[in-house]
């Protein structure tokens, strides 16, 4: 597990790597407006549960309320997967979050559990812990625990359904013994309840770490990346396609954060770092695994990568309101087919194999481990 001081190294790695790649300061600095950074708190971690973590990895912040325990991580998991926790029995959090999608549905607009349409695409949960914000489009969501409320509880559109027939919901859950034995081992003394669920839920997806690519690989293990990847790497960090602006640091995407509040991962906070939309801004989403989550954009409007850059060459800015980086950018870029065969290779190296099957990550019911759920692995 990475010290606070070796995550620190993989900091300025990153910012010392790729100039765009602005970081390696201790602390928000007054000119980061959009800084979300908690304050350091000691959280109580449960003995038997240890981050398994890549290298280059810092510990993901963890909200004082919700320490992490295995125990949690494992009903949380559970629950990810499973679909009493919807209205109607058929969906749960998975039917648009695969895993092998790297938690993303393939579908451009998000389908609930009774057919509504999404207004917008799923989002992929990779390193979704280091996220500073959630949702495409609200700066203000922080909490994977309040998100979480989102999804069950929504009326426009239904997704999971549960508005309505919370008791019925729940009553499901206490009527089996084993899943009222892990809340006990997860929440012990506390009732079930939307509350405890969502807490789990997101200890879980905590979790999902993904730090095994070959972009990684490459970074923290000096593994050497194909000729197309490298001269891709340039390109998307180049003062020429400024790729990086916005999709910077740990996790190529917009503002992070971690359990050590003066880590900045060489992210350069920006609020012009996001998108708008009708008065809404998008945040940059992380390009990690970024090859499987086809198709592209809050609404799926893009099914293939070299659309989505073609779309950043022309310039082409649909959905943008003004900004200083936006106007800048705003003549686009012209990208031979070579460069732009290397841009897709290099985001083709950001895919980790390993996170996309990781049996930790799996329907506990599919790959057989249910029994974790009573006697989490220590
Ligand atoms: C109907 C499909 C659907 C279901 C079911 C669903 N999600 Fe999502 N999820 C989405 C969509 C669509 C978004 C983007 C929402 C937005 O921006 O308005 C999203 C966004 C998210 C995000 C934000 C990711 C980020 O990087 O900001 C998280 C976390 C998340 N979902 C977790 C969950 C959890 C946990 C559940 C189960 C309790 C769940 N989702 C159920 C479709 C779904
Ligand atoms: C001004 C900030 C900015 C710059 C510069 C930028 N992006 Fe983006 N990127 C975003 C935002 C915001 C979104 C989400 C937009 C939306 O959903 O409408 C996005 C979305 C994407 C997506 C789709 C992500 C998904 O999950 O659907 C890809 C791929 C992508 N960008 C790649 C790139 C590449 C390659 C470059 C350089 C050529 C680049 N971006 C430059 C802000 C930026």
């Given at each position: 597990m990475?010290?606070?001081?070796?995550?620190?190294?993989?900091?300025?790695?990153?910012?010392?790597?790729?100039?765009?790649?602005?970081?390696?300061?201790?602390?928000?600095?007054?000119?980061?407006?959009?800084?979300?950074?908690?304050p350091?708190?000691?959280?109580?971690?449960?003995?038997?549960?240890?981050?398994?973590?890549?290298?280059?990895?810092?510990?993901?912040y963890?909200?004082?309320?919700?320490?992490?325990?295995?125990?949690?991580?494992?009903?949380?998991?559970?629950?990810f997967?499973?679909?009493?926790?919807?209205?109607?029995?058929?969906?749960?959090?998975?039917?648009?979050?695969?895993?092998?999608?790297?938690?993303?549905?393939?579908?451009?607009?998000?389908?609930?559990?009774?057919?509504?349409?999404?207004?917008?695409?799923?989002?992929?949960?990779?390193?979704?812990?280091?996220?500073?914000?959630?949702?495409?489009?609200?700066?203000?969501?922080?909490?994977?625990?309040?998100?979480?409320?989102?999804?069950?509880?929504?009326?426009?559109?239904?997704?999971?359904?549960?508005?309505?027939?919370?008791?019925?919901?729940?009553?499901r859950?206490?009527?089996?013994?084993?899943?009222?034995?892990?809340?006990?081992?997860?929440?012990?003394g506390?009732?079930i309840?939307?509350?405890?669920?969502?807490?789990?839920?997101?200890?879980?997806?905590?979790?999902l770490?993904?730090?095994?690519?070959?972009?990684?690989?490459?970074?923290?293990?000096?593994?050497?990346?194909?000729?197309?990847?490298?001269?891709?790497?340039?390109?998307?960090?180049?003062?020429?396609?400024?790729?990086?602006?916005?999709?910077?640091?740990?996790?190529?995407?917009?503002?992070?954060?971690?359990?050590?509040?003066?880590?900045?991962?060489?992210?350069?906070?920006?609020?012009?770092?996001?998108?708008?939309?009708?008065?809404?801004?998008?945040?940059?989403?992380?390009?990690?695994?970024?090859?499987?989550?086809?198709?592209?954009?809050?609404?799926?409007?893009?099914?293939?990568?070299?659309?989505?850059?073609?779309?950043?060459?022309?310039?082409?800015?649909?959905?943008v309101?003004?900004?200083?980086?936006?106007?800048?950018l705003?003549?686009?870029f012209?990208?031979?087919?070579?460069?732009?065969?290397?841009?897709?290779?290099?985001?083709?190296?950001?895919?980790?194999?390993?996170?996309?099957?990781?049996?930790?990550?799996?329907?506990?019911?599919?790959?057989?481990?249910?029994?974790?759920?009573?006697?989490?692995?220590?």
């Open positions: 990475p010290t606070a001081s070796s995550s620190r190294v993989a900091a300025c790695a990153f910012s010392a790597l790729f100039s765009m790649a602005v970081g390696c300061v201790s602390g928000p600095s007054r000119d980061s407006p959009a800084q979300r950074i908690e350091a708190t000691a959280v109580p971690t449960d003995p038997a549960f240890t981050w398994q973590l890549p290298t280059g990895f810092p510990e993901p963890v909200p004082a309320n919700n320490p992490m325990s295995a125990a949690k991580v494992s009903l949380g998991r559970y629950l997967y499973d679909t009493r926790l919807s209205g109607n029995g058929h969906f749960s959090c998975a039917s648009c979050h695969r895993q092998k999608l790297a938690f993303t549905d393939g579908r451009d607009r998000a389908m609930g559990s009774t057919g509504e349409l999404h207004p917008r695409s799923a989002m992929s949960l990779t390193n979704v812990a280091y996220s500073a914000s959630y949702n495409w489009a609200d700066p203000a969501l922080t909490l994977l625990e309040d998100q979480a409320l989102g999804p069950l509880l929504n009326r426009k559109p239904i997704e999971l359904g549960v508005a309505g027939r919370e008791d019925e919901v729940l009553d859950l206490r009527a089996d013994v084993e899943t009222v034995a892990s809340f006990e081992a997860a929440f012990p506390e009732p309840s939307l509350a405890t669920i969502v807490r789990a839920i997101a200890a879980f997806e905590r979790t770490v993904s730090g095994n690519s070959p972009y990684d690989r490459y970074l923290f293990w000096g593994e050497p990346l194909t000729d197309g990847e490298m001269r891709g790497l340039k390109l998307f960090f180049s003062e020429r396609l400024r790729c990086a602006e916005c999709h910077s640091g740990l996790n190529l995407s917009g503002p992070v954060r971690a359990a050590d509040a003066t880590f900045e991962i060489g992210e350069r906070v920006d609020p012009a770092a996001q998108r708008s939309d009708g008065g809404q801004r998008f945040k940059a989403p992380t390009l990690r695994n970024i090859a499987v989550t086809a198709p592209y954009m809050h609404d799926g409007r893009f099914s293939s990568l070299e659309e989505v850059v073609r779309f950043y060459a022309a310039g082409g800015r649909p959905v309101r003004a900004s200083v980086l936006e106007s800048e705003a003549g686009g012209s990208l031979t087919d070579r460069e732009l065969e290397d841009l897709i290779a290099f985001l083709g190296a950001l895919t980790d194999h390993d996170f996309l099957g990781d049996p930790r990550f799996a329907d506990p019911r599919e790959s057989g481990q249910s029994d974790t759920l009573l006697a989490p692995p220590v």
